[in-house]
């Protein structure tokens, strides 16, 4: 069998721990014998991260501005711990972190379904995706305690000098006060980023936020969402057979609850880092869900939602056989797979990716699995893995697709 040959390079990069080992056997096993592996390689792995002092984090974002497409390995976020078990000069920040920055873009968390594994809420029978919004509100507060009694305004100085003032509040005793900001850029880039996936996935957005009770602040977001909507989105939508649709956050979550899902569910910054546990609590297990960077301009970013699993990684040092989950790793891989595949237009690439994902899932779905989900799964005949074991198991099945 020939294999499938790309023509623009992934951004591939690297990571720590048990993923790391992962990363290696999932190319090897699954990757490797169909497809002529075309990646620029960037070891974000945290000894290199010292050794370069970070800057291949950096080269890593920038490459994948230039390329469209990147594939991530979970990476060590370091920690006090961290600094003598790696001999660190300086706590490097998350490269999630640096990345998104560099990249300005909105994360969107998609679980994994697979028969045998009912989520908490049954009726959600298709994936519920998240999208985040990743700047300001609370997360850039400045708040104070105030005691005994006082007056708390608000005050805007313009470029030239000007203040407009509001009154708060009047204190009569002690108190609290916060302030929090926004930009109409970031909103807009949000709203970019959330109805472009919807294109994507050909599914309908959601948005909503406290418009009604806040009526600058979240109505700001409510316009922004409408008017980019209306003047970039309304015909292609149309087109594609899906909707926008906006609403009350309480009425949001009534209809989700309700719902079968298959939308994505935009969210303001604090909604959605509550929203995005609940969900992906429901759903059953964090090492079935893939998380994917979306920039404004289309730039994207694959990787699993979990971390680096570390308790297994010091396990398999120790010789002993692990049984990790590499399920949203290889969800990674084949979205970021099929990405190339659609912006290059090479179909094998993408049949591959479709096969990969159904391979995957039908191994489950036959009752082989990860020590985690065999506590979750509800199938009779389930059966217990080792990481490697679960990963030939998916080739024997993708093997027989392939042919
Ligand atoms: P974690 O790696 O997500 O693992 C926490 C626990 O969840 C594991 O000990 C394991 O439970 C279970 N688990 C997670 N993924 C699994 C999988 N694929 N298969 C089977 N079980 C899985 O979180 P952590 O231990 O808190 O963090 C470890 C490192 O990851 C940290 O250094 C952190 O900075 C980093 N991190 C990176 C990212 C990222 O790069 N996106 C995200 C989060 C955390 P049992 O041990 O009970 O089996
Ligand atoms: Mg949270």
Excluded at 84 to 101: C, D, F, H, V
Aim: aromatic fraction near 10%; glycine fraction near 6%; include cysteine.
């Amino acid at each position: 069998m020939e294999k499938i040959k790309m023509t623009t390079p992934l951004v591939e990069m690297d990571g720590d721990e048990m993923t790391r080992i992962l990363w290696q056997w999932i190319k090897d096993i699954l990757i490797t014998p169909y497809v002529e592996l075309n990646t620029e390689y960037y070891d974000l792995g945290l000894a290199h991260r010292e050794e370069t002092k970070d800057q291949v984090t950096f080269d890593s974002a920038e490459a994948t501005k230039k390329y469209g497409v990147a594939v991530k390995c979970a990476t060590i976020t370091p920690n006090a711990a961290r600094m003598p078990e790696y001999n660190l000069t300086q706590m490097w920040k998350s490269p999630n972190g640096t990345i998104r920055a560099i990249l300005d873009g909105t994360v969107f968390r998609t679980p994994i379904l697979v028969k045998g594994i009912t989520p908490y809420i049954p009726t959600w029978t298709k994936p519920i995706t998240i999208a985040r919004h990743a700047y300001g509100d609370v997360y850039k507060n400045t708040e104070m305690q105030v005691k005994g009694g006082g007056k708390a305004e608000l005050v805007f100085t313009d470029k030239d000098g000007n203040e407009t003032r509001q009154l708060i509040h009047e204190f009569k005793g002690d108190g609290v006060i916060q302030g929090m900001h926004n930009v109409d850029a970031s909103i807009a880039g949000f709203a970019r980023a959330c109805f472009n996936y919807g294109l994507d996935l050909k599914q309908d957005v959601w948005f909503a936020s406290k418009d009604t009770i806040s009526k600058q602040y979240d109505h700001r977001f409510k316009d922004i969402f409408a008017e980019i909507f209306e003047a970039e989105y309304k015909e292609k939508f149309a087109e594609a057979g899906i909707e926008y649709f906006y609403t009350l956050i309480d009425d949001a979550v009534a209809r989700v609850i309700r719902s079968n899902g298959g939308y994505i569910w935009a969210c303001k910054n604090y909604d959605g880092d509550v929203m995005s546990d609940m969900v992906s609590t429901a759903y059953g297990s964090l090492a079935m869900m893939t998380s994917v960077l979306v920039s404004p301009d289309g730039v994207y970013e694959y990787e699993a939602a979990h971390g680096t699993v570390q308790r297994h990684y010091y396990k398999h040092l120790k010789g002993e056989e692990t049984s990790t989950n590499s399920v949203a790793t290889i969800f990674a891989w084949s979205g970021a797979l099929r990405k190339r595949g659609e912006l290059d237009r090479i179909p094998a690439l993408c049949e591959y990716a479709d096969k990969l994902e159904k391979a995957t899932l039908q191994t489950i779905e036959d009752g082989v699995m990860t020590g985690d989900l065999y506590l979750l799964s509800t199938l009779e005949n389930k059966q217990k893995v080792n990481s490697k074991a679960f990963l030939e198991a998916i080739n024997e099945r993708l093997a027989a697709m392939m042919q």
